[in-house]
């Protein structure tokens, strides 16, 4: 089978014809999915889990594109990245080990924008849409803290902070920030405020 050329499915997935979008979604999952499911079961996963964790970058990717994402890298090595990203967290949050067992090697760093692997459904959606109101420090601090579940002391080496405690004072101004910011906001029906209590508690 010959490969669409990327630039081509990349404007197919932004174009109007769905029947070329779903093409071009199942060209993407020939191309990557084999890798992720030998990357995750690898390291702690089932197939399950590969499973939702392509899927979920799946949907995230395609968002990201139809918004206008210019890829700088080939397509496969942009979303092994997104769902190593996505299976680190998931593996920090249940305290299993997060050293990966990889041979791929071409894996793009992406934490300028890392609430992009937490738009999987149209909660976290609207979450990030008011983070990026946020300063890029606050924003940051945010997603390490919450969404990331990093320590006190892995925000501060992130962030160059002197010390945890640093880290764990700037983490209590920005969500006040962000409450503040989400209670001014307009939220009448309470949506957004349902989304604090599951990603933010």
Avoid at 10 to 25: F, H, S, V, W, Y
Wanted: glycine share 4%; hydrophobic share 35%.
């Amino acid at each position: 089978m010959v490969n669409t050329p990327e630039s081509e499915l990349l404007e197919k997935l932004r174009g109007p014809n769905a029947l070329a979008r779903d093409r071009a979604l199942a060209e993407v999952y020939r191309r990557v999915y084999s890798t992720i499911e030998r990357m995750i079961t690898a390291n702690n996963g089932s197939v399950e889990d590969a499973e939702d964790i392509f899927h979920d970058a799946l949907i995230s990717f395609y968002k990201q594109v139809q918004n206008g994402l210019t890829l700088t890298c080939a397509l496969k090595t942009y979303i092994y990245s997104m769902c190593r990203n996505l299976w680190l967290k998931r593996l920090r949050k249940s305290g299993r080990s997060d050293n990966l067992d990889e041979q791929h090697n071409d894996i793009v760093e992406l934490d300028r924008n890392p609430e992009e692997f937490l738009i999987v459904d149209e909660c976290a959606s609207l979450v990030s849409s008011y983070l990026s109101k946020m300063g890029d420090d606050c924003r940051k601090i945010i997603v390490y803290s919450y969404f990331d579940q990093y320590s006190a002391e892995e925000v501060a080496k992130l962030m160059a902070y002197a010390t945890p405690q640093v880290a764990r004072n700037k983490k209590s101004k920005c969500l006040k920030k962000f409450r503040d910011l989400v209670l001014t906001g307009g939220d009448q029906n309470g949506s957004l405020r349902q989304c604090l209590e599951e990603y933010i508690n």
